[in-house]
């Protein structure tokens, strides 16, 4: 049997995940746009109306200052979504960028529960910053 200090798997496993962790850390973070981007699907008012649990946005929308920083939200139903203080029309879209990081609550029509809250974290501008941000959206998207 090899002492388990010297098998040439682990040494893989342990030099392929220092790798993805100083890439986590210091690779840039980058997307195509600024924007992240939610749609009001056609016919979501009238399934609520109809009594059905409909809950297609999340509840909280997380947000990167410098990274992704606009909510970009598309109305694709046949009736008026209200945001906020604004009233979208049916094929209507509504950017907001965010300055500051907060979390901030939103009057919602879309959602059952009336609100939404976007929390806006602050660019990741150290290696630290980058390993943790990515960690905690791998986090998110798993749960």
Known sequence: MRPFHKSPILGLVTVATL?????AAFAPITFASRE??????????????????????????????????????????????????????PGQSFRLPFEVASSYQFA???H????????VDEQPDTAWRRLVWR????????A
């Open 19 to 23: 790798g993805a962790v100083a890439w």
């Open 108 to 110: 919602c029509t879309a």
């Open 36 to 89: 992240e981007p939610f749609e009001i699907p056609k016919g979501t008012w009238a399934q609520r109306m109809a009594g059905n649990k409909v809950e297609i946005l999340p509840s909280r929308v997380f947000l990167t200052l410098g990274i992704r920083d606009v909510l970009l939200l598309k109305n694709l139903d046949d009736v008026p979504q209200i945001f906020g203080p604004t009233l979208m029309m």
């Open 112 to 119: 059952a529960s009336g609100q939404m809250t976007v929390v």
């Open 135 to 142: 960690t905690k959206r791998i986090f998110r998207v798993v």
